[in-house]
């Protein structure tokens, strides 16, 4: 048995028999990430010696045999756009540089209660602006399964530390895609939860209307336990809802016969990768054969979800981004003149090249005499996106679709051409300007050997019907069973 | 839509940006072919449609104005790059 390949719940099974312990499973984890992250470059700060006091204390809970959940004693990573007490937080900015938030992100504080051990805090896009990780201030995250493609974005850290057997899962986010289309290039699991299913109090902020965090995972019923784990109400954010957080593990093998799935023909387009094609088209079989309805629906707006998202997204990013100022936390350019010019000399060094090209973009279409046009035509168009959904749930239960047009690219390919990397998007974005919940798992390979990742998109707060098509799929293939070779 | 260095210099002022000119030069052209995509927008009629985000949830935001657990001056000032008696310290603001 290799240690760091197991899921959460069979690590959980062999700690609960008392055959194994969280600082054995911990020191293995720790021991694999000194063997491997010098070529994946999954982490930006490992912290060995919390872990191991956490793992300590884990042990002694299951010891005494109280007040043990699903993930005591389990070693996760942690995306660097989590706030995390007394350990360096950077959100891969060098303005961040060196920042140590004096609190917990209510999901970080919700995963330490329920005893996990949090291995360190992993890359990412600077302020989890890109598709890739090659935005990071500090250096580009590897592909695990081919070290010269890139993990996805922006929770490529996350995906990579996964595929990399470094972590028994992590936890990431997600404002456009930056968890599925990760988890896709990875060949893991991938939830965005509902907006206001889980907490954002603490997740340094990007677009606060699309934000959410969630779980990265080995297998799906692992994804249902972490968010067991981090969803519900939180009065220290005003958008989190009051929903009852489900027990998300206990439908998972309740099959999917009956279920009606949408195929919306607007994501299946000509110039798609031939092998992504391919490989979905024979996961909706699976489906089908596994007793699902397959139902053709349209979502008609699908073509202008890139355009309101980079209109809607930039402009709160704009807003949210003025903090950065020199003053608070972070770092200050040494030689402004006055208050005025330290603030432009510290953003312009602090920030990189695509953070200062999407606060252009969303202050523009923010300005006077650009926002009709830009900005509120966006958020017009959102409710008409958001509209085509409400349309679709009335013949469909889940909508199944690609979660990324291509496999994993080539490090370098797209950095010249901010708008190629932006449809690297195209599939996932939409999901986030509705609002709903949405997954991906992996579906396969290329003959390259490239995971391709199948999206699955639900009902607000129906994030069980997604889990359990994940799960059906998953009984079937098999494919969440194969692990990068390093 | 084509911006013009210009424009491009006004939206950094007011982004509190200090762009160097290479910067400006190739955010002009980026940003043009940004906007020349997401004009594909105005193909829509959108008359009488209510922009969404606006008020998500809003209903929610209001609660007591009570004070909790709030960190110490020394913990909130920890991270400021400059800091003089507990205050943040910046650049001279008035003459």
């Known amino acids: 048995m290799n240690i760091t390949e197991l899921a959460i719940h069979e690590t959980a099974e062999l700690l609960a028999k008392k055959e194994l312990t969280s600082v054995q499973v911990t020191e293995a984890y720790l021991k694999r990430i000194g063997a491997v992250d010098g070529r994946v470059n999954a982490f930006i700060t490992v912290t060995p010696d919390e872990a191991i006091a956490a793992a300590k204390e884990a042990d002694e809970r299951i010891r005494r045999g109280a007040d043990v959940t699903p993930i005591t004693g389990v070693p996760l990573s942690v995306k660097d756009i989590f706030c995390t007490r007394g350990v360096q937080t950077t959100c891969a900015s060098r303005i ?50 081919a070290l010269d493609r890139v993990p996805g974005g922006s929770s490529g850290g996350s995906a990579a530390s996964v595929a990399a057997s470094e972590c028994a899962a992590s936890l990431g986010t997600d404002t456009g895609g930056s968890i599925r289309q990760p988890a896709s ?39 249902a336990i972490m968010l067991g784990a981090i969803a519900g109400r939180d009065p220290l954010d005003s958008t989190s809802a009051d929903a009852p957080v489900p027990d998300y593990t206990a439908g998972l093998d309740g099959g999917i016969k009956g279920m009606r799935i949408g195929i919306p023909k607007e994501y299946f387009i000509e110039g798609m990768d031939s092998e992504v094609s391919a490989a979905v088209t024979a996961a909706l079989e699976v489906l089908k054969d596994a007793g699902a309805t397959l139902v053709p629906i349209s979502l008609p707006h699908t073509a202008y979800a890139v355009s309101v998202y980079y209109l809607v997204a930039t402009a709160e990013a704009s807003s949210n981004l003025a903090r950065y100022d020199g003053v608070k936390y972070g770092m200050r350019a040494a030689d402004g003149a006055n208050l005025i010019d330290m603030y432009k000399k510290t953003r312009d060094a602090g920030f990189g090249a695509e953070v200062k090209r999407r606060i252009m973009l969303g202050t523009y279409s923010l300005s006077a005499g650009y926002y009709d046009a830009y900005y509120k035509k966006a958020s017009q168009v959102r409710s008409l996106i958001t509209r085509d959904f409400d349309e679709a749930w009335k013949s469909c239960d889940v909508i199944a679709t690609p979660t990324a047009p291509t496999p994993a690219f080539k490090i370098g390919e797209k950095v010249s051409d901010p708008l190629t990397m932006y449809l690297s998007d195209i599939f996932t974005i939409s999901c986030n300007l509705a609002g709903i919940p949405g997954i991906s798992a992996p579906c396969g390979f290329t ?30 293939t098999g494919w969440h069973k194969k692990r990068a070779s390093l | 839509m084509t911006l013009a260095k210009k424009d491009v210099s006004r939206v950094a002022e007011l982004a509190r940006l200090a762009l160097t000119d290479e910067e400006a030069e190739q955010y002009t052209g980026q940003l043009t072919r940004i906007l020349g995509y997401v004009e594909k927008l105005s193909e829509l009629d959108t008359a009488g449609v209510e922009p969404a985000g606006a008020a998500l949830n809003a209903q929610r935001a209001l609660r007591e104005d009570k004070t909790h657990d709030p960190v110490s001056n020394e913990e909130a000032v920890r991270n400021a790059p400059s800091v003089e008696r507990g205050c943040f310290k910046v650049p001279q603001v008035i003459e």
């Open chain 1, 447 to 476: 003959s390259g050997g490239l995971p391709v990742g199948l999206q699955i998109l639900g009902k607000p707060f129906d994030e069980a019907a997604l889990l359990r098509a994940a799960s059906a799929y998953e009984r079937e």
């Open chain 1, 96 to 145: 961040l540089k060196g920042f140590v938030p004096p609190f917990d992100a209510t999901v970080i504080r919700r995963l330490k209660h329920a005893g996990a051990v949090i291995l360190g805090k992993t890359n990412m896009d600077e302020f989890a602006m890109g598709s890739s990780t090659e935005n990071s201030a500090f250096f580009t995250t590897k592909n695990p399964w």
């Open chain 1, 185 to 223: 290039c990875c060949g893991v699991m991938g939830l965005k939860p509902t907006y206001g299913r889980v907490s954002r109090y603490g997740m340094i902020a990007f677009a606060s209307s699309l934000d959410q965090a969630g779980p990265m995972t080995k297998d799906v019923r692992d994804a």
